[in-house]
């Protein structure tokens, strides 16, 4: 049940992958701005990333040699994350989920199980527990109905994921090996200078990297993102030796190694089968971290924003013009003012300049005054006086002792 060839084999938190002219649309647009970067070119194992790519091959090489390192992982927890996967990802309808089941694997019946006791047993599987019940309870019960009916194609990707994860390792350390030939890169998508209007749709379907001709690219702006969960959500659960980051690349790797190994496997199926190898090295932290991611991406652009501010800034300047313009004086004013009574006993108003020297003469008139105070003067005819308070007050100069 193929949902259109696609091009491109994305990570996405969405029910639905992302069509290629959404994906294709925005770098379009960032080629025409600040464009990629190339972070790991596996011909020349160089590039910003490369000790990246180096650590998660090491990684893989340890979980085929020692696997119980790693997590507790037994079939039935290889079943739940696979179920899960199926869950989330595929349509709700019956029928669709069959489908996908008969191209991974087989249906095992008793003999004597008919048409109808086979269809039973399937429709069980797939039961939806009511909101009052313990959902964890029911998903074991449907994980264990699914074993006893259902087993994945042995020797498959899907198998060694369910059954036995150092058989994964093998695969993966095998394809990302030094030594190996095939092509294989991760692209960087900053997506600088790029409106956030044109990454909306790529914002809806919640796609953070995608697969593409065996490049890896991916969303840079969710790596800060990744690196904060990794350090809150310390013993979380899953395999402490990778990170969020690299269960991200891996889950592409797999999805680029089923296109290798099957170009006409349908994109929905190579998502449910790395979303499970995925749920295996974090669970379903990967998914939570993301959400996180898209609640505050995409951002504007810094012409989006000098766009928002000039807006602004028109609009209240239109604010305060129209506050002007209702500040006329209504047309009856003259009327109001005609019925005042004058008032006549108003003084003058005094020019600034005038006002200031006069201000100034009465302060150095004083200062004078204050220097002369107790002091004895005498006229031109004889007369004797002090300034006291300012004033002149005569005084009688005493007669020099005969």
């Not at 790797?253 to 496997?265: F, K, S, T, Y």
Request: with cysteine.
């Amino acid at each position: 049940m193929s949902i259109e060839p696609r091009r491109n084999r994305a990570w996405y938190g969405s029910r639905t992958p992302p069509e290629d002219a959404i994906i294709e649309a925005a770098e379009a647009v960032e080629q025409a701005t600040n464009g990629s970067t190339i972070l790991y070119d596996h011909e020349t194992h160089e590039g910003e990333w490369a000790e990246v790519v180096s650590r998660i091959y090491n990684e893989m090489d340890s979980l085929k040699r020692h696997p119980a390192e790693f997590r507790t992982w037994t079939g039935e927890d290889g079943m739940a994350a696979f179920f899960q996967a199926l869950l989330d990802y595929a349509p709700t309808d019956i029928r669709s989920r069959v489908a996908i089941l008969q191209q991974f694997g087989q249906f095992k019946f008793r003999a004597a199980d008919g048409p109808d006791e086979k269809k039973q047993k399937i429709a069980s599987i797939f039961v939806e527990p009511d909101d009052e019940e313990d959902y964890k309870s029911i998903r074991r019960i449907q994980v264990r109905k699914l074993s006893d009916s259902w087993v994945p194609n042995e020797g498959s990707l899907l198998d060694y994921m369910i059954n036995q994860p150092a058989q994964v390792g093998r695969v993966l350390s095998d394809r990302l090996s030094p030594t190996t030939e095939k092509p294989f890169k991760i692209i960087g998508h900053p997506f600088l200078e790029v409106r956030s209007t044109d990454l909306q749709e790529i914002a809806a379907s919640k796609t953070v990297a995608y697969e593409r001709e065996s490049a890896i690219h991916i969303v840079t702006d969710v790596c800060e993102v990744l690196e904060q969960w990794d350090a809150d959500a310390e013993g979380a659960g899953g395999c402490e030796q990778f990170t969020l980051l690299d269960a991200l690349l891996l889950h592409e790797i797999v999805e680029m190694l089923l296109r290798e190994e099957d170009p006409e496997i349908d994109v929905l199926n190579g998502h449910i089968i790395a979303t499970t190898f995925e749920r295996y090295l974090k669970d379903t932290l990967l998914s939570v971290a993301c959400e996180d991611f898209f609640l505050a991406w995409p951002q504007p652009s810094s012409q989006e924003i000098a766009e928002k501010q000039k807006a602004e800034m028109e609009e209240q300047q239109a604010a305060f013009a129209a506050f002007l313009d209702d500040e006329d004086p209504p047309d009856d004013l003259d009327d109001d003012i005609d019925d005042l009574p004058m008032d006549t006993n108003v003084a003058p108003p005094v020019k600034k300049k005038k006002a200031a020297r006069k201000k100034a003469a009465e302060k150095d008139g004083d200062e004078v005054a204050k220097s002369k105070e107790g002091k004895l003067f005498n006229t031109k005819s004889g007369q004797y006086y002090r300034i006291i308070d300012g004033k002149k007050v005569a005084v009688k100069k005493k007669k020099k002792a005969e």
